[in-house]
């Protein structure tokens, strides 16, 4: 019940029709924008791993931001990789790059939340293989 509350808010504030403009690679500075800020929520940030997705534009109810989906694969308490996991968050979005980073929901130890952060994810467009 809880993971289609969670979906159920993330579609009513993602666009879902038509209109979408293109999506693009990050640059490398919105990239450590990105890792920096998530980053203070790891253990050990240096060794984190991530696989970025494109920034996709897709029309928030937020002006100047914009959902963002990447994975990550970083260590836990005894030091193993945990493997890549999803994380959902949203972007601030100024003069056409990325300016900053908010955590949503992901890469947690709770599979609930792991599933849900690949399905606001599906939602927003971003699709990992």
Same mark, same amino acid.
């Not at 979408?20 to 203070?40: F, H, M, N, Q, V």
């Given at each position: 019940?809880?993971?289609?509350?969670?979906?159920?808010?993330?579609?009513?504030?993602?666009?879902?029709?038509?209109?979408?403009?293109?999506?693009?690679?990050?640059?490398?500075?919105?990239?450590?924008?990105?890792?920096?800020?998530?980053?203070?929520?790891?253990?050990?940030?240096a060794s984190a791993q991530?696989?970025?997705?494109?920034? $996709? &534009? *897709?029309?928030?109810?937020?002006?100047?931001?914009?959902? +963002?989906? !990447?994975?990550?694969?970083?260590?836990?308490?005894y030091g193993?990789?945990?493997?890549?996991?999803?994380?959902?968050?949203?972007?601030?979005?100024?003069?056409?790059?990325?300016?900053?980073?908010?955590?949503?929901?992901?890469?947690?130890?709770?599979?609930?939340? $792991? &599933? *849900?952060?690949?399905?606001?994810?599906?939602?927003?467009? +971003?699709? !990992?293989?």
């Amino acid at each position: 019940m809880l993971r289609l509350s969670l979906v159920l808010v993330v579609v009513g504030f993602t666009n879902v029709g038509a209109g979408y403009a293109s999506d693009r690679p990050l640059t490398d500075a919105e990239k450590k924008i990105i890792a920096d800020a998530y980053g203070k929520r790891l253990k050990d940030p240096a060794s984190a791993q991530y696989r970025w997705h494109r920034l $996709i &534009d *897709s029309k928030t109810s937020t002006p100047n931001r914009l959902f +963002y989906c !990447f994975q990550v694969n970083a260590k836990n308490s005894y030091g193993a990789y945990v493997g890549y996991q999803t994380v959902h968050g949203t972007v601030a979005y100024l003069n056409g790059s990325i300016a900053g980073y908010s955590y949503g929901i992901g890469a947690q130890s709770n599979p609930i939340m $792991i &599933d *849900s952060a690949s399905e606001f994810c599906e939602i927003s467009r +971003y699709k !990992f293989d």
